[in-house]
């Protein structure tokens, strides 16, 4: 569903799967592909929106769970796309898989690699997609954030009224405190998280963090 001109929002499918967002422009960046399981549906659903999966030139994942990156090899394979992963994403390539492995008891995530290497940031066209390593729920979290559309796509590291859990292998709660701290500042109208609901409106996004500072940083940090 769009959500803002370019911007677009496809809820997690269910059980252990994540949002998926697509931004177009001159380049079309799908983040967050979900669990390979809903691939088909979510695809439908993009489809449905005037994307053809071949219209996709980049996949970028938050991290490298696979509720948020299960997908990234079935529609790598799909839409021809590249993958471009963040340095400590391709760090943590193969440990977050053996891990989630050892999780989970089963193998959830088919192999993938890296195409590109982000920088500080990807150019799509008129957006300019801000890359900030943001640790904490995982080594390897990152978050984008687009200034013209003030909009911050931030994964698994706040919702609306909670933040990302710490207690999975690599996780940081020192970390993840300073990440929010940082992503926090940011001149944010819409926020768009890996899971629940999306926050619109400086204020909703700007209370959240109130919230969230008040609750969770007093309680647990
Ligand atoms: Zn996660
Ligand atoms: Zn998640």
Redesign the pocket.
């Known amino acids: 569903m769009r959500i803002k001109e370019g911007v677009y929002w496809y809820k997690e499918q269910g059980f252990f799967d994540a949002n998926t967002y697509v931004i177009k422009d001159e380049l079309t960046v799908l983040i967050d592909p979900g669990l390979e399981n809903y691939l088909g549906r979510r695809l439908k659903e993009v489809q449905a929106d005037g994307t053809d999966p071949k219209d996709i030139d980049v996949i970028l994942v938050t ?1 490298l ?1 696979p ?2 990156c299960g997908a990234a090899a079935g529609l790598k394979e799909v839409s021809g796309a590249q993958v471009a992963l963040h340095p400590s994403q391709r760090e943590y390539l193969d440990i977050m898989a053996e891990e989630a492995v050892k999780f989970f008891g089963f193998d959830i995530t088919r192999k993938f690699s890296a195409d590109l290497v982000l920088g500080e940031g990807l150019s799509l066209g008129k957006t300019y997609l801000e890359v900030l390593h943001t640790p904490g ?2 080594p390897c ?1 990152i978050c984008f954030y687009a200034g013209d559309k003030k909009i911050l796509i931030g ?2 590291l706040v919702f609306e009224q909670g933040v ?1 859990r710490t207690d ?1 292998p690599f996780g940081n709660t020192e970390e993840l405190k300073t990440s929010i701290e940082t992503v926090s500042t940011l001149d944010t109208e819409l926020l768009l998280p ?1 899971h629940g609901a999306i926050l619109e409106g400086r204020n909703k996004v700007k209370r959240n963090y109130e919230f969230i500072k008040e609750v969770y940083f007093k309680a647990f940090f």
Do not use: F
Request: aromatic content about 0%.
């Open positions: 991290h769970h509720d948020h729920h995982s979290s994964g698994d990302g999975l890996g």
